[in-house]
């Protein structure tokens, strides 16, 4: 154990402890003279020592990720199962202790289908005001204090609340850069929850919240959020305007859009039913290869496999066409040599929690990772009818075709050498 100095903070954790002496997952506590943290993830309780083995960084300031702990020092990181270091600059594992608590459970064992998988049917709602990213204001780590989270929230609802709020047939238009709209007509879900945790952002590594792009590829895609839009091809509109994926990319991995999405599996074949634009996803299992290189189907090909609880699902072979992917602000590049891994684990009879690693060295200085909480709901699937009196494309369209039309005019007015 560490051999920090001075009387051990916290209280004695050989009297026992209750879900509630907890924050934000963690509880720092003694064993004897020796300070020890005790982590709760998921259903899980971990006894580890309190510093980390490198500088002896305060692991109880850290930042906790699946079945791992990442100092805040100088971001070594230790498995909590094992103990061991995960990344440098630590190099010894830290000492474990068996935590027993009386009010924990044994980690939930999800109900099986009639071929003895973990059974992820159902109808699942991922809606949370924690977006991808983490904002530039309002939070200091991954985890919000309740504080942070509060004053996040409360701007969220009174937004929502003005955006719903009746008008006046009376009153004239407002000026175009004070119309605000929202596409939900129900109260909104607060920040994520997930481990007892309140979450900034879903990108979880690296640390900031941020996507880790090339400078190159950041250069990219801030060109791609000024960029006008293309107006006279329906090739350059976007995919979910021309009904091909849901916004966001729907049910396509990484699943990052809020919405409602409905999953349906036998022994061999895993679907993943979007209620967006009523897409499917359909996941070969048990078969890990990959259609050839030129093949290339939108949401790519994903295969997958059982991990005990967990469903892996990897994909690969994206479509060029699914390039970019617009969330809560953000342009997210995805070229056609990405590599996406996903997680899909019963935590509970209403969860399951969804991880994702995204791996595309052109693009981004390192692979980034993702977690979200999907929570069964009883709500209906709706019929989502996008081409249903869809007529905004061919009014684009037919926009495009007109000034094509007063330019020629004009250029045949003009005489030569003369400017228009």
Not at 55 to 73: I, M, T
Not at 387 to 400: C, M, P
Request: charged fraction near 25%; aromatic fraction near 8%; charge should be negative.
């Amino acid at each position: 154990m560490s051999d920090n100095a001075g009387k051990p903070e916290g209280p004695d954790l050989t009297l026992g402890v209750s879900p509630g002496d907890f924050k934000n997952g963690m509880l720092l506590g003694h064993v004897g003279n020796d300070p020890v943290l005790l982590v709760r993830t998921g259903s899980d309780t971990f006894a580890i020592d309190a510093f980390c083995s490198h500088y002896h960084g305060p692991l109880a300031d850290g930042l906790v990720v699946g079945d791992s702990v990442r100092c805040p020092w100088h971001h070594a990181c230790f498995s909590l199962r094992s103990g061991e270091a995960t990344r440098p600059p630590a190099l010894s594992a830290l000492a474990l202790l068996l935590a027993v608590d009386a009010s924990a459970q044994a980690p939930y064992r999800a109900p099986r289908t009639a071929s003895g998988a973990p059974d992820l049917q159902g109808v699942w709602d991922n809606d949370s005001m924690t977006m991808l990213q983490r904002p530039p204001k309002g939070f200091a780590a991954l985890v919000a204090t309740p504080e942070e989270a509060a004053a996040f929230e409360a701007k969220r609802y009174q937004r929502f609340e003005k955006v719903i709020a009746a008008v006046d047939p009376n009153e004239p238009a407002p000026p175009e850069d004070k119309v605000e709209d929202d596409d939900r007509f129900e109260r909104p879900a607060g920040l994520a929850r997930i481990g007892g945790q309140i979450r900034s952002s879903q990108i979880v590594d690296p640390a900031d919240g941020l996507l880790p792009y090339t400078p190159a590829a950041r250069e990219t895609a801030a060109a791609k959020l000024k960029s006008e839009e293309v107006y006279d091809d329906p090739e350059g509109r976007p995919f979910d305007e021309r009904c091909l994926l849901g916004g966001g990319g729907g049910v396509a991995p990484p699943i990052m859009n809020r919405d409602h999405f409905k999953i349906v599996q036998t022994a061999d074949t895993l679907v993943i039913f979007g209620e967006m634009n009523h897409e499917a996803r359909i996941i070969r299992l048990g078969d890990r290869r990959h259609l050839p290189a030129n093949v290339r189907p939108w949401m790519g090909d994903p295969v997958g496999w059982w991990e005990g609880e967990t469903l892996v699902v990897e994909t690969t072979n994206l479509n060029p066409g699914d390039g970019w992917r617009w969330n809560a602000g953000d342009w997210i590049r995805l070229s056609a040599d990405t590599r996406i891994v996903e997680r899909f684990t019963r935590t509970g009879p209403g969860d399951i929690l969804y991880s994702y690693v995204v791996e595309d060295p052109a693009t981004y200085t390192q692979a980034w990772r993702g977690e979200m909480l999907f929570r069964a709901t009883e709500a209906p699937m709706f019929e989502f009818a996008c081409h249903e009196g869809n007529y905004a494309l061919a009014n684009i369209l037919g926009g495009a075709r007109q000034q094509e039309r007063e330019a020629a005019a004009t250029a045949k007015a003009t005489p030569p050498g003369r400017p228009n």
